[in-house]
T-cell receptor
Framework: DGGITQSPKYLFRKEGQNVTLSCEQN?????MYWYRQDPGQGLRLIYYSQIVNDFQKGDIAEGYSVSREKKESFPLTVTSAQKNPTAFYLC????????????FGQGTRLTVV | GENVEQHPSTLSVQEGDSAVIKCTYSDSASNYFPWYKQELGKRPQLIID?????GEKKDQRIAVTLNKTAKHFSLHITETQPEDSAVYFCAASMEGNTGFQKLVFGTGTRLLVSP
């Protein structure tokens, strides 16, 4: 189980609070991604980053923010503006564009209580 | 819009039978079509992929076929085993806002192989 690590595995948040999910990779990959997984909806892209100091909104970016200050790290912040944040979050990385294999972390399950 | 449709959502087969999962995509410019397997509580992992310059690819008991004209591709698993039970996702590469190719995933198929 190496390469891309997410923490924590489970996270509980009170309504109105921001929370940050960690994603670290040691694969020397340029591209990193955040997906949200909900039952019956597959994987939906939140944000992606092609290189350090650059990131772009995906299909469901509202209520989320990211940073890419280091090549190895791509943290995701779930803000209080996200109306339905309870979900399973997956981070991934790839060597090049989306036309190469994506390697996934083990995921973080966020629950808002 | 850009989307990938995947069918069926659930599939139950007996051990030894074949299983077929089908996906259609919307962007005719898509060139890369991977399939991921996600076992319960684990991360998705790539099992096979195909690029638009070939129509079929096989790896032991799994194969993928691609019909670019019809914009659909399929995963075929032969001689299914209980350990094939998992959720399978198809995906297609599509151009994002900045020209970067991103993966758009289907909604997943839960495959159950009964002994």
């Amino acid at each position: 189980d190496g390469g891309i690590t997410q923490s924590p595995k489970y996270l509980f948040r009170k309504e109105g609070q921001n929370v940050t999910l960690s994603c670290e990779q040691n694969l020397n990959h340029d591209a990193m991604y955040w997906y949200r997984q909900d039952p019956g909806q597959g994987l939906r892209l939140i944000y992606y980053s092609q290189i350090v100091n650059d990131f772009q909104k995906g299909d469901i970016a509202e209520g989320y923010s990211v940073s890419r200050e280091k090549k190895e790290s791509f943290p995701l912040t779930v803000t209080s503006a996200q109306k339905n944040p309870t979900a399973f979050y997956l981070c991934a990385s790839s060597a090049g564009t989306g036309e190469t294999e994506a390697f996934f972390g083990q995921g973080t399950r966020l629950t808002v209580v | 819009g850009e989307n990938v449709e995947q069918h069926p959502s659930t599939l139950s087969v007996q051990e030894g039978d074949s299983a077929v999962i089908k996906c259609t995509y919307s962007d005719s410019a898509s060139n890369y079509f991977p399939w991921y397997k996600q076992e319960l509580g684990k991360r998705p992992q790539l099992i096979i992929d195909i690029r638009s310059n070939v129509g079929e690819k096989k790896d032991q008991r799994i194969a993928v076929t691609l019909n670019k004209t019809a914009k659909h591709f399929s995963l075929h698993i032969t001689e299914t085993q209980p350990e094939d039970s998992a959720v399978y996702f198809c995906a297609a590469s599509m151009e994002g806002n900045t020209g970067f190719q991103k993966l758009v995933f289907g909604t997943g198929t839960r495959l159950l192989v009964s002994p």
